[in-house]
């Protein structure tokens, strides 16, 4: 499986690109998120690749960046979403932005990328919400918080999905949990862990 490449951009459309290297030419198909920030045709680029295989059928995947690579696997797992579906609906929407919207059950959001109605955009979030791994984008309001506060927040939230809680009711037991003590900073993991469980247990 081809994992990265790397060469000269030969051709460059909303239909697809061409990256050669090695005297060989790879046709690849891209989000536009990708295709805008690629530089013109005759320059060297490095993509981040998927490689799909289906029915005697490669079809290489490009993208610039991780989150992008990360938001397409989790989509191409949804029912009824297949590589180029998933690649147009990262075109209507930035992974990160797509990820934040799935993460925080806005099936509205969705429905505004072209292509997506709502059966579609309430399947993804209905399927793809409790795979996403904990993550900053996750916080929402609490993004303020400082550093160490992020971070004890986003173990104990995994650690509570690894549990089998789903992350809806994770969330609310840690919030519900922490608005109960005056100075946050006094959590740690151990204790807000505990904390958080008896809430849960009740």
């Not at 061409?18 to 005759?42: K, M």
């Not at 009824?80 to 797509?98: D, Q, T």
């Not at 309430?122 to 992020?150: A, F, H, M, Y």
């Not at 789903?166 to 151990?190: C, F, G, H, M, Y």
Request: no cysteine; net charge neutral.
């Amino acid at each position: 499986m081809i994992a990265t490449l790397k060469g000269v951009l030969t051709r460059k459309s909303p239909d697809g690109i061409v990256v050669e290297t090695g005297g060989v030419g790879f046709d690849l198909t891209v989000p536009l998120s990708t295709l805008y920030d690629l530089p013109d045709p005759g320059n060297p680029v490095e993509l981040i690749v998927h490689t799909h295989v289906r029915d005697n059928q490669i079809l290489l995947l490009g993208f610039l960046r991780s989150e992008e690579k990360e938001a397409f696997r989790y989509l191409n797992t949804v029912s009824g979403i297949g590589p180029r579906l998933a690649v147009n609906i990262l075109s209507g929407l930035p992974a990160e932005e797509l990820l934040e919207a799935i993460l925080q059950e806005d099936a509205q959001r969705l429905q505004r990328i072209p292509g997506v109605g709502k059966k579609m955009s309430e399947r993804i979030v209905v399927e793809l919400k409790d795979k996403i791994p904990p993550r900053e984008i996750v916080l929402g309001s609490t993004n303020l918080r400082q550093p160490r506060q992020k971070r004890i927040y986003l173990e104990v939230l995994s650690a509570l999905m690894n549990l089998g809680y789903k992350r809806k009711e994770a969330q609310v037991a840690i919030e519900n949990t922490q608005k109960k003590e005056a100075d946050s900073e006094e959590w740690t993991l151990e204790s807000l862990l505990k904390a958080s469980l008896h809430h849960l247990a009740r």
